[in-house]
């Protein structure tokens, strides 16, 4: 006979077009995680999922996924919705895929886990995109050169600068290897952070990375332990597309993002810098790294950036409590 599906898989099968609208922030750019572009030519097939869905949502996610329209929209058409779905995403959404995303309003942060043996992956567990007010302030340089030689050999693959943890937006002391993998850890009272375990066994670090999201501010904040003495330094990096000049000790934005800052809250008084991006992949616009290196003490070091209009007032307090009490639950033998 033939195979059938579980009905829970058909179900998960159906929503799969919620994975896509996720991947799409606010400014109409997607999170070009791996080999992904950032404006990606449109996928018709949302029309397929509508059909068969049968919620308002998907028919609505049609009309709005970004990108020209597809002469296969004609062959799935579904009228458009008589009120629009803005506001119906969740705050919060994880995808076993590898995906991981908080939203609030026009703010949007989409971060990559999974593992780094997926197909078209990257050495990037843990990085992200940022945006505030629908403007994208922190960016993936997305895929490398598909024509380039042994892009997609094994062996040469991670020689391409766009697919090494250098090119990303991470904390990091070496390159991650192809076995480290990231599980996602949700606060259930606050649907507006969550945690991601970065598990890397070349790594001289145990790491925990939280992400926290309003309507005008983000918090990035990593946690790390040494495994050993011998702990070397760590390199808080993030890319950007936007102007940006450094300001006592802060990064400020410009054009656009007028008025957003980034800055470190913790270790206090750690300046960010600015450096031209580097490495063998040419941007057809600017990218300017913001960082900082850090020494990493025996008993762990908590980095925390700070995105936000000037006048915000973040809760630190209440997001590093947290990733002390998921830190004492997942390491008991860690001191």
């Known amino acids: 006979g033939r195979m059938q599906r579980e009905p829970e898989s058909r179900d998960g099968w159906l929503r799969h ?14 999170f070009n995680a791996g080999d992904s572009l950032a404006t990606p030519e449109r996928s018709p097939v949302a029309g397929w999922f509508a059909r068969r869905d049968g919620g308002r949502d ?4 049609q009309w709005e996924t970004p ?12 009228a458009p919705p008589a009120t629009e779905s803005a506001g119906s995403e ?24 999974g593992r780094n043996r997926t197909n078209h992956a990257h050495l990037d567990l843990g990085s992200f995109v940022l945006e505030i007010g629908a403007q994208r302030l922190v960016c993936d340089l997305g895929r490398g050169d598909y024509a380039a030689a042994g892009y997609f050999d094994p062996q040469k693959r991670f020689s ?15 390159e991650q290897s192809l076995d480290a993998k ?33 309507a005008n501010a983000a918090i990035v904040a990593d946690l790390l332990t040494p495994r050993d003495a011998l702990s070397p330094a760590v390199t808080w990096q993030c890319n950007t ?51 900082a290196t850090l020494s990493v003490p025996a008993d762990g070091l908590l980095v925390a950036c700070l995105f936000c209009h000037d ?13 002390t009490r998921i830190a004492r639950a997942r390491w008991p033998d860690v001191p």
């Open 67 to 78: 990108g020209k329209p597809h002469a296969f929209d004609l062959l799935w058409y579904n």
């Open 17 to 30: 077009w919620q994975c896509q609208r996720a991947m799409v922030g606010p400014s109409g750019m997607v």
């Open 182 to 214: 990231a599980e996602t850890l949700v606060d259930e009272a606050d649907e507006a952070r969550f945690a991601i375990e970065v598990s890397d066994p070349a790594s001289p670090f145990r790491h925990l990375r939280a992400f926290q999201l309003d």
């Open 160 to 174: 391409h600068f766009a697919a090494q943890t250098r090119a990303h937006n991470l904390a990091f002391a070496q």
């Open 311 to 323: 006048a915000h007032r973040p809760d630190l307090a209440g997001l590093s409590g947290w990733l």
């Open 90 to 113: 969740p705050r919060r959404q994880v995808f076993d895929a590898g995906y991981a995303m908080l939203r609030h309003g026009s703010s949007y942060l989409a971060v990559r886990t």
């Open 58 to 61: 998907a028919a609505a996610w």
């Open 241 to 291: 597309q936007m102007p940006v000049e450094a300001v006592d000790g802060a990064i400020r934005f410009g054009g656009p993002a007028e008025g957003l800052s980034a800055r470190l809250l913790s270790p206090s008084g750690t300046a960010l810098t600015l450096a031209p991006m580097a490495g063998d992949m040419p941007q057809p616009i600017p990218v300017t790294r913001i960082a």
